[in-house]
């Protein structure tokens, strides 16, 4: 497979590689390495990549052995998933373009939401810290950091809908 095709299927199909990828290591930074590492690794491996479908499991067959690998050599452990529970998840992984769709519909409707929103839901859910935790770092009353991803959700779930009825997705 040429290099060029294999960058644009890894930069598209990024969120969802992204999502196994913190399942096991569950760090946002962490995630962002090894996926760069995955990317290297594919451009190096292209002679041997045969089409997408052979790419899709060979990325996320790299990207769960990378994650077990940083894991193994970072100097603290962070909660790991079992192994057997990394074999479930890899191959219950979704693999269909709604999926994808839906995914590009949730990182449009993310940059809708406001600067301070986005932030919290980054903290929150990307870098995984507890509700109290957000409120500590932001000085802020937690009740307030429920109350912005309440309403965060809300925004979020009106947006992916309107963006699913502009592609004809749902009635």
């Not at 903290?123 to 109350?147: C, P």
């Not at 309440?150 to 009106?158: A, F, Q």
Request: aromatic share 8%; hydrophobic share 40%.
């Amino acid at each position: 497979m040429d290099c060029s095709l294999i960058v644009n299927w890894l930069v598209r199909d990024r969120a969802r590689l992204l999502g196994f990828i913190w399942t096991i290591v569950r760090d946002y930074t962490l995630c962002e390495d090894i996926f760069q590492e995955v990317v290297t690794l594919a451009m190096q491996k292209a002679e041997s990549i045969e089409n997408e479908q052979h790419l899709d499991g060979w990325a996320r067959k790299t990207a769960k052995f990378k994650s077990l690998e940083a894991l193994r050599n970072r100097t603290y452990q962070s909660a790991c998933l079992d192994q057997d529970v990394i074999a479930s998840l890899e191959e219950q992984w979704p693999n269909d373009a709604i999926e994808r769709d839906e995914i590009e519909y949730l990182q449009a409707c993310l940059e809708e939401l406001t600067p301070r929103a986005r932030h919290i839901v980054r903290l929150r859910y990307m870098e995984g810290l507890t509700g109290n935790q957000v409120a500590d770092k932001l000085k802020v009353k937690v009740h307030s950091i429920y109350v912005a991803l309440t309403r965060s959700y809300k925004t979020l779930e009106s947006c992916i809908r309107r963006k699913k009825r502009e592609a004809g997705a749902i009635g």
